[in-house]
């Protein structure tokens, strides 16, 4: 395995640590207020950030963010609070391992990255698009990251 710059790998590992953690406290932030936002209307405050944003609330973003608001004011608070604490204790731990250099921490971010690459490549055959394209490519690259560390453990072993 060729030798990659040890600080540059230390710093590509760490970026994904705080990438970890920032959508886990964003998951944070939906559990705490979620119930709010569901008590107040779903769909009301969708409808009212899109216009506050002034986006085109028929163009396709704005748009599916309406639509997912209609949905989850289907759906028992309990159950998207319950779901988003799991989530980010998960996201919050895999942080701070790959900050603190653990190996279990490599090993859950290469199969929480491997689980999604199937569906985001498919997504991007489907409707191919820069995001899309951006999406997929950052995740194979985390993927890479994470198999050629946890290979540099295991030759190192």
Partial sequence: MPAAPPR??????????????????????LAFGFDTLHRLGLHEVAVAL?????LNAHSHWPALFVGWSDHLQHVHPGQVVAFALAY????????????????WAEWLAALATGIYLPFEAAHWLH?????????????????????WRLRGRRASA
Avoid at 8 to 27: D, F, N, P, Y
Avoid at 133 to 144: I, M, S, Y
Wanted: charged share 15%; hydrophobic share 65%.
């Fill in 88 to 103: 980010a204790a998960m996201r919050l731990a895999e942080g701070w391992g790959l900050w603190h250099d653990r190996a």
């Fill in 50 to 54: 899109v216009g506050h944003l002034h």
């Fill in 8 to 29: 540059l790998i230390e710093r590509s590992v760490h970026a994904v640590a705080a990438l970890e953690w920032l959508k886990g406290l964003a998951a944070l932030a």
């Fill in 127 to 147: 409707r191919p698009g820069w995001a899309a394209a951006l999406v997929l490519g950052f995740n194979l690259a985390v993927l890479a990251l994470m198999v």
